[in-house]
């Protein structure tokens, strides 16, 4: 398989996450649908989080044993420090990026009473979509950082010449990317998003797939995958927690539980359609 059709095909599985997104422009949708949307991405999110750790803790795992075979423990602790250090830094990272973005100061408005109301209420409404939009902008850079990952798999398995499973990998993570777009939308609840930033927004979360790929068919570096895979479960931790604790406040633990359910079977599906190519 040349770089050509390799760069083709993630560049597919990337950018099939534009076809969750459109989402985000429908109109029309109840409080309650719209805000079981959100936690479902929550879910979906949850699922992602669980599988990108699970993969870091793997590696981790690899790197334990074969220190106890050898005596050699300076890998061991390398990718452990790693480990702990990209989780640590993806959380908080990404919440120290939200203090800045979401937390600015307001403009002050002034005149008369009406006045000062009109301009209250339009800058209550200007800062609850700036809010919303930068959260959905995190997730995107977070799912972005696990695309990654997804594309290092699929470069590499083109590049040992097994096209089976690299085709297989591209139909799996085509579908997967394209739940992980509604991911990226669900929790902006009314707010309506313009295509430019929905089309900004899939080249954060889609392009690093097709990067990964580029990469991977000519790189392999499990220290590489073990970071970005540690970086995207910090960052995806931390945005669930964002996405929950408002979700928990307005709506019923039982409706919580349900799309969070929800959202992480269906997560769960599509990665099962990976796993049965052997990826």
Do not use: C
Request: no cysteine; charged share 10%.
């Amino acid at each position: 398989m040349s770089s050509t059709e390799v760069a083709l095909l993630g560049a597919i599985a990337g950018f099939t996450i534009f076809l969750g997104l459109p989402v985000a422009r429908i109109r029309g949708l109840s409080p309650r649908t719209r805000g079981f949307l959100s936690v479902t991405s929550a879910g979906i999110l949850l699922f992602i989080f669980w599988d990108v750790l699970a993969a870091a803790i793997d590696i981790i795992e690899a790197s334990l044993h074969a220190a106890q075979a050898d005596g050699s423990w300076a890998p061991f602790v390398l990718r452990l420090a790693m480990g702990l250090g990209g989780l640590a830094l993806g959380a908080i990272g990404l919440g120290s990026l939200e203090a800045k973005v979401m937390h600015g100061p307001p403009p002050i408005a002034g005149g008369s009473a009406d006045v000062i109301s009109a301009e209250a209420s339009a800058v209550e409404v200007s800062e609850r979509r700036r809010r919303a939009l930068s959260l959905g902008m995190m997730i995107a850079v977070a799912i972005g950082l696990h695309n990654f990952s997804e594309g290092l798999a699929i470069g590499v398995s083109a590049r040992s010449g097994d096209i089976a499973l690299a085709g297989t990998l591209i139909l799996g993570f085509a579908l997967h990317n394209a739940t992980e777009g509604f991911g990226i939308v669900g929790p902006l609840g009314e707010i309506r998003p313009s295509w430019g930033w929905l089309f900004v927004a899939g080249l954060v979360g889609g392009g690093p797939t097709f990067v990964g790929t580029l990469v991977g068919y000519r790189v392999t570096s499990e220290p590489l995958e073990l970071a970005f895979y540690a970086l995207a479960a910090g960052a995806i931790l931390y945005v669930v927690g964002q996405i929950w604790g408002p979700a928990q406040r307005r709506f019923s633990s039982r409706f919580v539980l349900t799309a969070l359910v929800v959202g992480f079977s269906l997560g769960l599906l599509s990665d099962l359609i990976i796993t049965a190519g052997g990826g």
